[in-house]
């Protein structure tokens, strides 16, 4: 069974930086394509970035263009988002996720959640 989990969130100042992290298990990674979603109080949950099985190919959300980087390591069954310029909307939970197509329509496995919280 796949398992997702996420971890790197946190509490960081406006401007500032985080990266996350999702490690998978239970699973071929190379064989799925990865994404970041989030979800704020009171909203639905949105699409941030996406990634390819070989992570040749990548998409974002405009709200994260430029700010946001999605990367992954396949030898440690690992994708990442490093997020700068934190901005307070940033403010969160980051879910990663596992499609098997890349670009994604569905995605067939999610991760619990890990929460991001930027002050202005």
């Known amino acids: 069974q796949v398992q997702l989990v996420e971890s790197g969130g946190g509490f960081v100042q406006a401007g500032g930086s985080l990266r996350l992290s999702c490690a998978a298990s239970g699973c071929t990674f190379t064989h799925y394509a990865m994404g970041w979603f989030r979800q704020a109080p009171g909203k639905e949950r949105d699409f941030v970035a996406a990634?390819?099985?070989?992570?040749?190919?990548?998409q974002y959300a405009d709200s994260v263009k430029g700010r946001f980087t999605i990367s992954r390591d396949n030898a440690k069954n690992t994708v990442y988002l490093q997020m700068n310029s934190l901005k307070p909307e940033d403010t969160a939970v980051y879910y990663c996720?596992?499609?098997?197509?890349?670009?994604?329509?569905?995605?067939?496995?999610w991760g619990q959640g890990t929460q991001v919280t930027v002050s202005s």
């Open positions: 996720a596992a499609a098997y197509y890349y670009p994604p329509k569905t995605y067939e496995y």
């Open positions: 990634i390819s099985r070989s992570g040749g190919n990548t």
